[in-house]
């Protein structure tokens, strides 16, 4: 599946993600019209991203959102001959050309037949950076993204002004997962064909705030089970089942105090209780009652569930 996220203005900025190659593989540029008149900057943007869309061909575009109103902002104006200098209110002209700009994208994809969605900078940001991350002094929002770009290895233009406008346009994890479950949807709809996909669990889904660590600490963390919300994607939306595989036991090992501590006898007995047992967790379904829970013993030897019934072996589940 490739997607391409665009970070629109009179220089934009693209970036193109094929959900099958690694996110360095991915591919970002830029586009101007600053150099043409108001009148005709929309049809050659509109000229320009077609060439982009023939070239790559996306299967989705995401189209970082343009304000519907534009923000005045305080500027100091020239000093007058008595060498007062006055505070007057302005605006960025170049703000009321993005909704025309992003109007002549969304026409190319209309006429193509490629599906688009528009994502507000402020909701993007925070699920990608991370929530309160903000650029440091004298950066910028475009800065952090460079940042990022640059630590996942991702190729950005030569040029400082054009890295800054593509290195937004890419697309985060959490942005891409909706677009795949709701892709996979519309082709089991479309071929009659069960299709089953295996998402991630989101980050910190197990952390753990306390630092007070006592046997009721570790009983609490392998009491919660994931629900279908903790999964990267739009499960409640797209998905007719999910069902989550857990195991305890991965999650106590990374809680394991010293040998040499008083804790580690109350480790090692809340690890017996889980030890070589799984659960199979039915988070959504819509043809049959959900939550439920199915425990099931766990062979790590040949990386399979079993059925605890069994007296001896154990049979494949």
């Known amino acids: 599946m490739i997607i391409m996220g665009l970070d629109l203005a009179t220089r934009s900025g693209w970036a193109v993600r094929d959900s099958h190659k690694h996110r360095s593989s991915i591919i970002c540029g830029t586009f101007s019209v600053k150099d043409y008149d108001w009148e005709e900057k929309y049809a050659i943007a509109a000229n320009l991203f077609y060439r982009l869309v023939k070239d790559h061909k996306p299967d989705f575009v995401a189209i ?23 505070i007057v209110s302005t605006i960025n002209p ?81 942005e891409f997962a909706p677009y795949v479950t709701r892709r996979l949807k519309m082709k089991a709809g479309d ?34 089970r994931p629900k279908y919300g903790d999964i990267f994607g739009a499960c409640e939306k797209d998905a007719n089942h999910v069902i989550i595989p857990f195991r305890a036991e991965p999650i106590l090992l990374e809680m394991e105090p010293a040998e040499a501590s008083d804790l580690h006898p109350v480790w090692e007995d809340v690890m017996a209780t889980v030890k070589n047992r799984a659960e199979l967790v039915v988070a959504l379904s819509r043809h049959t009652r959900w939550p439920q829970r199915k425990e099931v013993g766990w062979d790590g030897t040949k990386t399979m569930f079993t059925d605890l019934n069994e007296t001896r072996q154990g049979s494949f589940l």
Request: glycine fraction near 8%; include cysteine; hydrophobic fraction near 35%.
């Open 64 to 86: 970082e959102r343009p304000e519907h109103g534009v923000r005045q902002f305080k500027k100091k104006s020239k000093t007058d001959l008595s060498g007062k200098e006055e």
């Open 191 to 224: 071929t009659g064909t069960p299709i089953v996909a295996a998402a991630q669990l989101k980050k910190n889904t197990f952390e753990m705030t306390d630092r007070n660590i006592t046997k009721k600490t570790y009983l609490s963390a392998i009491g919660r």
């Open 94 to 174: 170049a703000a009321l050309q993005l909704t025309g700009i992003a109007g002549a994208c969304i026409a190319i994809c209309q006429i193509r037949g490629i599906p688009y969605g528009t994502i507000a900078a402020t909701s993007w940001r925070p699920v990608y950076f991370g929530k309160g991350v903000k650029p440091l002094e004298g950066k910028d929002w475009k800065d952090l993204a460079i940042q990022f770009a640059q630590h996942e290895n991702i190729g950005l233009p030569s040029t400082k002004a054009e890295q800054r406008d593509a290195a937004e346009a890419r697309m985060s994890d959490p």
